[in-house]
């Protein structure tokens, strides 16, 4: 049984392990997440140490309907990377010079333009590289995300979950139109694009 207290990395790391080895189960750590927050106003949790991913666990019982099927909203996968991330272990995979980082590697507070948007199955993968799925707002929005190194810079593609739009968007940190079309191309995204840039 978890004990209703302040979360700390540590804490979160065993939580996340006892999901993944089915020491614990989702409606258990469900319970607790409410528990916690019932018990304080703004939980003391750096996103360093798992911030947002505790804010996540609330979503560990949503389920979507993937191919006829229901599925959990928060994956397996999804819950490895919560893990890595936490212990700042860096990502390895990538496509051409298109790399995939975690949420530890990122500056904090780096501004980040809409760039673009593009059609996307809802359930289609980018490229093979892995995007997180969780809640990383505090209006709790259901959504994937994935961190890209390109060049000098860094795009993140999102992707709502809380409608049916089939679309994603491209933010970064650079606002150059050539460049942000190099990089959908090498990832070989859907058309059609719509560019947002100013």
């Known amino acids: 049984m978890l004990l209703v207290k302040t979360p700390t990395r540590e804490t979160m790391l065993e939580i996340l392990q006892g999901l993944q080895d089915g020491s614990l189960g989702r409606s258990e750590v469900v319970s607790w997440q409410r528990a916690v927050k019932n018990q304080t106003e703004r939980v003391p949790l750096s996103v360093a140490d798992g911030y947002w991913y505790f804010v996540s ?3 560990l019982e949503a ?3 993937d191919a006829g099927e229901e599925r ?3 994956r397996d996968c999804d819950l490895e990377e919560y893990r890595r991330d936490i212990q700042r272990i860096a990502p390895t995979d990538r496509i051409g010079s ?4 975690r949420a530890h590697q990122l500056e904090p507070g780096a501004a980040r333009w809409p760039l673009a948007t593009f059609h996307h199955p809802r359930y289609a993968d980018f490229g093979g590289l892995a995007a997180v799925r969780g809640t990383f707002e505090e209006r709790g929005d259901l959504v994937e995300h994935l961190h890209l190194a390109y060049d000098d810079a860094i795009y993140l593609i999102v992707r709502q979950f809380d409608d049916q739009i089939e679309e994603a968007m491209v933010l970064g940190t650079d606002r ?3 460049k942000v079309q190099a990089f959908m191309a090498e990832l070989e995204l859907e058309t059609p694009v719509h560019f947002v840039l100013s």
């Open 63 to 65: 389920k979507l309907f």
């Open 98 to 101: 298109i790399r995939r980082l």
């Open 72 to 74: 959990w909203f928060l």
């Open 176 to 178: 150059d139109q050539d």
């Open 57 to 59: 666990m609330a979503l």
